[in-house]
T-cell receptor, first 110, second 113 residues
């Protein structure tokens, strides 16, 4: 079993749709959680950190459920520019070693 | 703002050749790391360093060497390239400790023929 698992997609949605991505992690000692965005042939970039209380940044909402070891990302009012791969990332040590999911591909259609 | 700089961006090697991927950061970050990204596998950690003079192995270290003689630089050496090392390589850096943002270089596309 992979340490971080994501549905690879692709998710094909129309502009304006709401889409949700899910992620599960296996290490209960994990401390930090993130969503990264990766455009085609580009480096990953931090989209948002994920906090236990849940957090929102504009159209993006992230949730963490430690009991179920589950992370989610909700994108409201999808834009064409949201098309990318979304990576669920977990870290659990002081050395900040990150474990990446394989990513979920989102394609927003006009 | 340079951030994390990787070179070269593209490289083709013959099996058995050696080469070094360069990585430099100008943010005075303690932590640096190298990942490879393959289709369907996600990013996998090759080697990492928590400071100058300190390196350690990640998930897939075989066939690669690293050194950290300065805070700024963290080169990745392929000792004897194999087709299985065809991949996209990303260097990353961050401040040490929990939850700090990791910044990636733009990637190096390596093909071994």
């Amino acid at each position: 079993r992979k340490e971080v698992e994501q549905d690879p997609g692709p998710f094909n949605v129309p502009e304006g749709a709401t889409v949700a991505f899910n992620c599960t992690y296996s290490n209960s000692a994990s401390q930090s959680f993130f969503w990264y965005r990766q455009d085609c042939r580009k480096e990953p970039k931090l989209l948002m950190s994920v906090y236990s209380s849940g957090n929102e940044d504009g159209r993006f909402t992230a949730q963490l459920n430690r009991a179920s070891q589950y992370i989610s990302l909700l994108i409201r009012d999808s834009k064409l520019s949201d098309s990318a791969t979304y990576l669920c990332v977990v870290s659990g040590g002081a050395t900040n070693k990150l474990i990446f999911g394989t990513g979920t591909l989102l394609a927003v259609q006009p | 703002n340079a951030g994390v700089t990787q070179t070269p961006k593209f490289q083709v090697l013959k099996t058995g050749q050696s080469m070094t991927l360069q990585c430099a950061q100008d943010m005075n970050h303690e932590y640096m790391s190298w990942y490879r990204q393959d289709p369907g596998m996600g990013l996998r950690l090759i080697h990492y360093s928590v400071g100058a003079g300190i390196t350690d192995q990640g998930e897939v270290p075989n066939g690669y060497n690293v050194s950290r003689s300065t805070t700024e630089d963290f080169p990745l050496r392929l000792l004897s390239a194999a087709p299985s090392q065809t991949s996209v390589y990303f260097c990353a850096s961050s401040r040490a400790g929990y939850g700090n943002t990791i910044y990636f270089g733009e990637g190096s596309w390596l093909t071994v023929v």
